[in-house]
């Protein structure tokens, strides 16, 4: 039986990519490195659609979180963090670990941030510095409109920070249309790579803000990173080569899907699944999907377990629970990165099959048409 | 022809490794993930010849340097310093960057640390919470001995720290026998990995400071990623799993030879290879020599980009060049890790080929003939 990973990170690799990091590892100071660099480089800069170049760390995505509270952000500045589930929390811990005063914007979990809310909010904080937020929040599977949020704060004197780790190569993103200060994304999401590496992308006004910030940081220091990256397209310390290597191959594919196609595919690959997870009788956990983690309730009587455990070893699918104390309220489909129509109908069609036999009734081949008619014409 | 790399890291890894590594990511929360992560622990226990359960990052080497600085003393602590090359330099940049401050016991970067000297100089200097040294400083090949310096403050409450990063799996290294507090080491260098995760050990003195400690930290906090280990044998956020992965069948390899012999296997290279390069009439630029790195005067007349450059391209062979100011003064053939007696045999027979085309006197087969009998028996 084949071994098929459905979590929202890591998620499906490519086997180009897989190929390329299990290479020889490059040397990270010769040429053809700095080769590779710059136009893993510029290819981000096509992703996040922006004019400036991304910056790349080994690291995991709250690695690259951290990062972006130390150097934008200085002792005692006070700072917005829309919760709305796991991972605006984790913004909120990481500030207050940094010593920021966190002014914490409460969303409940199955609803998306409302911008005029949001807005209104926040002219009753007085001075903020930044407003941190979740763009696809993956522990809830709930889209929050980051381009809306954008509008209301492009004018403010206000640091707009967005984690896009499973929403860049997913949603529309568009930095520097909309006006973004820093977007931290991961490799092991819809950058179809496996786990270590993480980018994030700095408006002007962030890196001024850099120049000013008065955290602690060594590692995770923008300026010298960036210094290091202009004057020799070279990472500052030694990075992970192999998994760079790997996500040169998948920014390649990237590049010729196109961006706009990738984000027309999720949309299907989200409406497909839904559709799917409608038609078993099952309800969706959010109020606002988003397309790159489906959070579905189980069915009265199941246990969220029973449902993940079958999947795994009658079909060899990968589906993740619930985090922190939605543990056992959910199961999330990931679908974000290297995946299809194909993979809906097998995840959705084993989902169908699992479902029939732990006594739900549910009409075989109905779930899996649903997915046909949802992905579209 | 075939790519040789002879650099202080990234190192050659073994085939076996790169296999596992170019396999599909596992998930990082799955049990079969977690059983991996615990063997890859206990196997670095081994390594690093402790009881305790050293921590993994995905991150480089400073990334755990400065995880060391930032979980280990507070703002203000007084810290001593030794300064003996580049990555010397790199404690004290990390320790001033967190508001430490930094007393400096700068050594010749050809020598290595005299313990007495250095004893003496540190009881001059009043209260100082911790030293920090560099075991093999790669930038210059030297050794330093740790093991007689920890006798020289293994009663004083101080908090030895020291950068192994290119001597464990070299030299000889036991830490708790020794009483080593925090010990810091890289994947790309003995462990035969890809670059991309690092590693740390701490003692029961260095968990008790990680308590007091009042520097910011989040991603590379201690505690949490002890208690996250010790609660379910998984790491705390998202890690590089195709890595660890790797890690894990390099550590088996290394189980397997065994960490006394591997020790022996470096005195070898090291001997070898300096063998070698004496029978070529090149000079050393320590006078203190590791076994992890060869640093190599060039010949008077010949520049060191000409050898360099002759051995990648006549030879596949990738050697390094000298770091900072260094650059341009010498060369440095990195020999730990996956190398053997054949190695040696390969890079020093392509020196002396290199060496003869650029008009050097050498006589053919008598610098591989020296390579034999450094290797001795």
């Given at each position: 039986?084949?071994?098929?990973?459905?979590?929202?990170?890591?998620?499906?690799?490519?086997?180009?990519?897989?190929?390329?990091?299990?290479?020889?590892?490059?040397?990270?100071?010769?040429?053809?490195?700095?080769?590779?660099?710059?136009?893993?480089?510029?290819?981000?800069?096509?992703?996040?659609?922006?004019?400036?170049?991304?910056?790349?760390?080994?690291?995991?995505?709250?690695?690259?979180?951290?990062?972006?509270?130390?150097?934008?952000?200085?002792?005692?500045?006070?700072?917005?963090?829309?919760?709305?589930?796991?991972?605006?929390?984790?913004?909120?811990?990481?500030?207050?670990?940094?010593?920021?005063?966190?002014?914490?914007?409460?969303?409940?979990?199955?609803?998306?941030?409302?911008?005029?809310?949001?807005?209104?909010?926040?002219?009753?904080?007085?001075?903020?510095?930044?407003?941190?937020?979740?763009?696809?929040?993956?522990?809830?599977?709930?889209?929050?409109?980051?381009?809306?949020?954008?509008?209301?704060?492009?004018?403010?004197?206000?640091?707009?920070?967005?984690?896009?780790?499973?929403?860049?190569?997913?949603?529309?993103?568009?930095?520097?249309?909309?006006?973004?200060?820093?977007?931290?994304?991961?490799?092991?999401?819809?950058?179809?790579?496996?786990?270590?590496?993480?980018?994030?992308?700095?408006?002007?006004?962030?890196?001024?803000?850099?120049?000013?910030?008065?955290?602690?940081?060594?590692?995770?220091?923008?300026?010298?990173?960036?210094?290091?990256?202009?004057?020799?397209?070279?990472?500052?310390?030694?990075?992970?080569?192999?998994?760079?290597?790997?996500?040169?191959?998948?920014?390649?594919?990237?590049?010729?899907?196109?961006?706009?196609?990738?984000?027309?595919?999720?949309?299907?690959?989200?409406?497909?699944?839904?559709?799917?997870?409608?038609?078993?009788?099952?309800?969706?956990?959010?109020?606002?999907?988003?397309?790159?983690?489906?959070?579905?309730?189980?069915?009265?009587?199941?246990?969220?377990?029973?449902?993940?455990?079958?999947?795994?070893?009658?079909?060899?699918?990968?589906?993740?629970?619930?985090?922190?104390?939605?543990?056992?309220?959910?199961?999330?489909?990931?679908?974000?990165?290297?995946?299809?129509?194909?993979?809906?109908l097998t995840v959705i069609g084993a989902l169908e099959a699992?479902?029939?036999?732990?006594?739900?009734?549910?009409?075989?081949?109905?779930?899996v048409?649903?997915?046909?008619?949802?992905?579209?014409?």
């Amino acid at each position: 039986m084949k071994s098929r990973l459905f979590a929202p990170g890591p998620t499906m690799v490519p086997e180009e990519t897989l190929a390329a990091v299990g290479e020889a590892p490059m040397h990270h100071r010769s040429p053809e490195f700095r080769a590779l660099y710059q136009e893993v480089t510029e290819n981000l800069s096509y992703v996040y659609q922006t004019a400036s170049s991304p910056l790349v760390f080994s690291s995991s995505g709250s690695g690259a979180m951290e990062a972006t509270v130390a150097n934008l952000f200085s002792r005692g500045d006070r700072v917005a963090v829309v919760e709305a589930g796991w991972f605006g929390m984790r913004w909120r811990d990481i500030c207050k670990a940094f010593g920021l005063e966190v002014l914490s914007y409460s969303v409940p979990r199955e609803e998306g941030t409302d911008a005029d809310d949001l807005a209104s909010w926040l002219a009753e904080q007085g001075d903020v510095r930044g407003l941190l937020l979740t763009h696809s929040e993956t522990s809830t599977g709930t889209f929050h409109d980051v381009q809306a949020a954008a509008r209301k704060v492009k004018d403010k004197n206000i640091l707009f920070v967005v984690d896009a780790v499973t929403s860049l190569g997913v949603h529309e993103l568009k930095m520097d249309e909309w006006g973004l200060d820093a977007v931290v994304c991961g490799s092991q999401k819809a950058l179809m790579c496996p786990p270590g590496l993480s980018t994030i992308a700095l408006s002007e006004k962030a890196w001024a803000a850099a120049e000013r910030s008065d955290l602690p940081k060594y590692y995770f220091d923008f300026r010298a990173n960036r210094e290091s990256y202009e004057k020799s397209s070279q990472p500052r310390f030694t990075i992970a080569t192999s998994l760079v290597k790997g996500l040169g191959v998948s920014l390649r594919m990237i590049r010729d899907e196109g961006i706009e196609a990738i984000v027309e595919r999720h949309c299907r690959l989200g409406s497909a699944v839904r559709a799917g997870v409608a038609a078993l009788g099952l309800d969706l956990f959010s109020r606002n999907p988003n397309n790159a983690v489906t959070a579905i309730l189980p069915p009265k009587g199941i246990e969220v377990e029973q449902i993940r455990q079958a999947l795994l070893k009658e079909h060899g699918i990968r589906v993740a629970g619930g985090q922190g104390d939605m543990n056992g309220k959910i199961f999330r489909i990931g679908h974000l990165g290297y995946y299809d129509r194909g993979d809906m109908l097998t995840v959705i069609g084993a989902l169908e099959a699992v479902l029939a036999k732990l006594g739900v009734p549910v009409e075989p081949g109905r779930a899996v048409a649903a997915v046909q008619e949802g992905w579209g014409h």
